[in-house]
């Protein structure tokens, strides 16, 4: 590890931070603060220090000690907003900013380094290749369901390739966000990189200032907005959205197995994931048997109590819970759980059976520990019924049957897809995470980040030594030289190899 | 539902059928469009030469060329492109399949432009063909005999249940973007792709903007001034100066500029005689707004004419100029120019220069002509564009193994060769696990306990400089 800057230790910073804590602190939205923000990063942008690896290194390993040093306060903060179990803290959301920190420390250099490109012939003395730059000052506007994840891996990439950031996590995750906000600024460079807080309205607002890239998490609507907002100044987005992850269970297929990785996949969290199945379409034949085994799982999870349970979530505010709980009274009937208490915001792990395809739990992204089962009668009414819908950001099959995941995968689109189990493909370093049509545009994780937040520039270096080869180009043009040109510069259909003699 | 609705739906419909997936109609699509070329090459000669006075000798390899090229690259490389790429794996995954399929987008929107309008339009169009896509094209109305012909031939050579030419101008421009795309390709200027995106935002339609802007071309006091006053000159003027890519102005120091202007006026009379007017090898002003926008940046220049300078109305002809003594505020500096003017600004030093492009916008193209390798490389790292060359012009955009495209205002995204199939494909993640090994998965499980997150983190941690486990 590259020894750190000398500084006090964490513990006396934040008694520090304590004791002096006040509005400056808490960089609340504002326009004004955060057009000074903007300038603040631009300025720090110009002085170049972004572009050195050593700089960048040094700011993703500051970011890991971040984690290492305060998991125990990340744990809290996450328990406070959304009661999450430390188990799934640590595993779901700091391990997964690590790796992703390390992954990219591990290959700066290689993805640093020009790419050099297949030259013809002709070209051979010059020098062709793609260079990454960064993009400049980036907004990335995290989401609340996994709040330390969905703000700090897209940092992960914008901070690797080079730029400036303004962070802006959720106020919804509003103790996560408030951490966020303490321990940043004691890490990484205070004039590259700020965290800001602020609701919908300030939304707006921010959106009117000119950023390079923003990447924003959450919902459809708000998607739309940034998108909009972003055509103005013509800046590039990104956008990972939510709405219904599909998950069909064959009736060629080990229920009980099935059953446990859909169980863990829809109640962590307290389902509130944007990559958990939303909903099950199940084959008739194995309905009955699925619910069954969903029910002994849940119960070999959480207990029969799942209230009870310490590995087991709350609903992050009362307007949630409110949506949850109105989806679940209006839907189908239910099956397992049900149980709710307002004052905890807890909704028991539910699901819900005899669902038709107009409920309200069909037609909204649900967001909560619940899981709706459609009966279908075939894989293809599965297919149907998916293509009918807006294209999703995961996609889910449990089957035996080969040719069944191979049919699901060929003739639907998705952002992600995953055949026999769900989330994991989110979660791997090497696979680009993102949606598709609704569920979004662009992806990110891994070198994917990186490369999200750069720009690739072409660049040919020619010298005028050879001046020989580009003299059939010029004007006064004739009818030999344009005969040459064309059977030189042609690209053959029999051969691989092609000739480029402009 | 509108005739643009119905377009669009019949090509969904098609894409539905999945008849574009099979490689082998893909490229027998490709196959057509490089027969609509190579059996059409006169008429399409014939069409630009009545849009843009273009020479034959420039249709036929910066059009033709370029086109059959690109259809043919694809054809070649196909397979590859079309094979789900594996990823590394981690060890808990050594079981499972993991990779990334690549699968077209559906039905997308091609906007051409008006001074390349065969290549702007085919070079886009091979991109989503070979991707699997359908596609509505809308050629641009300004170059309308090319258009008209293309609006013509594509529905000849190609599956019409597939692909649509759709005609028109602002007006019908507007009312296709209200239709839902997959993916809309967009090639112009920077107030249209503004609406251009801002529709798209509507159905949340991811965007390709090929945009410009004013591209410097540094000339730097170790290069070689006759060499240099040669590729400068075919750079610019070439297809009368309206080219994206084409160096829109000079950034020299007084020196250079005393050196680089004979050798210019040299170069010209060289490549287009003492009466560029009369030669055959020299374009004209696509249409009578645009050359009385350039010839009005011309007379409300603050600069001198050094060369050329002479306009015809009636032949949209303005003559290869350069102008000097130009500052930063001109007009002429203040958009860009599209045209054949080569405005020449002089700066001290390098890093005169440098500030002076970092001040502006982000152009498609920087280029810089030296002899010094410490000095290309300084210019490349300090500063930012769709694409660098040095030592030449629009050269680097004829790469088919680079990505061209914009960045900043001059674009989002990017294509060619490869990269067209990238830019009009999803790439999906795909994870296929069995239901062995549960065994494995129990650690995951609630009710959770120490015990198992310790077993899970040693399983799962990436370490510096050692291999991924998850």
């Known amino acids: 590890m590259l020894p750190s800057p000398s500084s006090p230790s964490p513990a006396r910073w934040f008694r520090t931070l304590r004791r002096t804590k006040s509005t400056e602190q808490s960089s609340k939205l504002s326009l004004s603060v955060c057009t000074e923000l903007l300038r603040k990063s631009r300025e720090a942008l110009a002085s170049g220090r972004t572009l050195r690896e050593e700089f960048r290194l040094s700011q993703l390993e500051a970011l890991v000690r971040m984690l290492v040093e305060n998991e125990d306060e990340f744990v809290d903060v996450l328990h406070k907003d959304l009661h999450k179990p430390r188990f799934e803290t640590v595993l779901s959301e700091l391990i997964l900013v690590k790796n992703e920190a390390l992954f990219a420390v591990n290959n700066l250099k290689k993805w640093m380094n020009p790419e050099y490109v297949a030259r013809s012939l002709v070209t051979s003395l010059d020098e062709c290749f793609v260079v990454s730059e960064p993009l400049g000052v980036v907004l990335i506007i995290g989401s609340w369901s996994s709040p330390v994840q969905l703000n700090l891996v897209p940092l992960v990439g914008a901070v690797a390739a080079g730029n400036c950031v303004i962070l802006k996590p959720s106020e919804i995750s509003s103790h996560t966000t408030e951490l966020l906000q303490r321990l940043i600024p004691s890490y990484l460079d205070t004039e590259c990189y700020h965290v800001i807080s602020g609701g919908p309205s300030d939304l707006t607002d921010l959106l009117e200032l000119k950023f390079d890239h923003i990447f924003y998490t959450g919902s459809r609507a708000t998607g739309q907005q940034v998108m909009q907002a972003a055509a103005r100044s013509l800046t590039p987005v990104t956008l990972v959205l939510g709405g219904k992850n599909p998950c069909y269970v064959d009736r060629e297929c080990d229920v009980g197995i099935a059953a446990q990785r859909i169980a863990w996949a829809r109640f962590h969290n307290a389902g509130q994931s944007d990559v958990a199945p939303d909903f099950v379409l199940c084959h008739t034949d194995v309905q009955a048997r699925l619910i069954l085994a969903l029910r002994s799982c849940l119960l070999q999870f959480y207990g029969p109590e799942p209230r009870h349970s310490a590995s087991f979530g709350r609903l992050v505010n009362a307007e949630l819970f409110t949506h949850v709980r109105d989806l679940v009274l209006a839907s189908g009937k239910v099956a397992v759980g049900g149980e709710m208490d307002e004052a905890e915001k807890y909704i028991a792990p539910t699901v819900l059976t005899d669902v038709l395809e107009s409920d309200p739990a069909m037609q909204q992204e649900i967001r909560g520990p619940v899981l709706p089962i459609m009966t279908v009668y075939s894989a293809d009414e599965a297919i149907n019924y998916i293509r009918r819908k807006e294209k999703p950001l995961c996609l889910y099959v449990f089957s035996s049957d080969r040719k069944v995941i191979s049919n699901m995968m060929t003739c639907t689109s998705s952002g992600s897809f995953c055949a026999n189990d769900s989330v994991l493909q989110s979660m791997m370093v090497m696979l680009p995470f993102g949606g598709v049509g609704a569920s979004g545009m662009g992806s990110y994780h891994g070198r994917c980040s990186f490369n999200t937040f750069s720009h690739r520039k072409s660049c040919v270096l020619r010298n005028t030594r050879v001046e020989c080869v580009t003299y059939l180009r010029y004007p006064p043009y004739e009818d030999r030289s344009l005969s040459l040109m064309m059977w030189a510069s042609s690209l053959s259909r029999r051969s691989q190899a092609w000739c480029q003699i402009l | ?470």
Not at chain 2, 2 to 22: C, E
Not at chain 2, 109 to 125: D, E, M, R, S, T
Not at chain 2, 130 to 140: D, L, Q, R, T
């Open chain 2, 1 to 470: 539902m509108s005739d643009y609705g119905a377009i669009v739906q019949k090509l969904r419909d098609s894409f539905g059928t999945r008849k574009t997936r099979p490689a082998e109609f893909r490229i027998s699509q490709l196959n057509s469009i490089v027969k609509l070329l190579r059996e059409n090459e006169g008429a399409i000669v014939e069409a630009l030469e009545r849009d843009l006075r273009k020479p034959k000798f420039e249709t036929m390899i910066s059009e033709i060329s370029m086109a059959i090229n690109e259809a043919n690259y694809a054809i070649n490389h196909l397979a590859s492109w079309m094979k789900p790429e594996h990823v590394e794996k981690s060890l808990v995954m050594k079981f499972d399949e993991c990779f990334i399929r690549k699968e077209p987008l559906g039905v997308v929107l091609i906007i051409g432009a008006w001074n390349y309008p065969v290549q702007l339009v085919l070079v886009p169009l091979i991109g989503a063909i070979a991707a699997g896509n359908c596609a509505v094209v809308k050629p641009s109305e300004l170059s309308d005999s090319t258009s008209s012909l293309l609006t013509e031939l594509l529905p000849k050579y190609l599956d019409q249940s597939c692909f649509s030419v759709v005609c028109g101008g602002a007006k019908e421009t507007t009312e296709l973007l209200e239709q839902r795309f997959d993916h809309i390709f967009y090639t112009g200027g920077v107030s249209v792709a503004r609406s251009v995106m801002r529709a798209a935002s509507c159905h949340l339609t991811p965007v390709t903007l090929e945009l410009g802007g004013k591209s410097p071309a540094l000339v730097e006091g170790s290069c070689d001034v006759t060499a240099t006053a040669r590729r400068l000159v075919w750079a610019r003027f070439f297809n009368a100066g309206q080219s994206c890519v084409a160096p829109d102005y000079v950034l020299c120091s007084p020196e250079t500029r005393r050196l680089l202007l004979p050798a210019l006026r040299d170069c010209i009379t060289q490549l287009y005689g003492t009466e560029p007017r009369e030669s055959r090898d020299f374009g004209r002003i696509i249409n009578q707004r645009h050359f009385e926008r350039i010839r009005d940046l011309l007379s409300n220049s603050q600069g001198r004419v050094e060369i050329g300078g002479e306009t015809e109305e009636g032949e949209r002809y303005i003559a290869p100029t350069v102008l000097v003594d130009v500052s930063e505020s001109d007009p002429v500096m203040q958009e860009e120019i599209f045209g054949p003017v080569l405005p020449i600004l002089t700066v001290e030093s390098l890093e005169e220069a440098i500030n002076f492009i970092n001040r502006r916008e982000k152009p498609l193209a920087l280029y810089l002509y030296t002899g010094d390798s410490k000095v290309v490389t300084k210019v490349m790292e300090c500063t930012s564009s769709g694409g660098f060359c040095s030592n030449d012009g629009l050269v680097h955009m004829t790469v088919i193994t680079l990505p061209f495209g914009g960045v900043g205002s001059s674009g989002v995204g990017r294509y060619h060769g490869r990269f067209s199939f990238d830019t009009f494909s999803h790439q999906r993640s795909c994870v296929l696990r069995g239901f062995g090994l549960e065994w494995a998965n129990q650690l995951r499980y609630p009710p959770y306990s120490e015990q198992k997150l310790e077993r899970l983190l040693q399983a799962t941690q990436e370490r510096k400089w050692s291999c991924t486990l998850l």
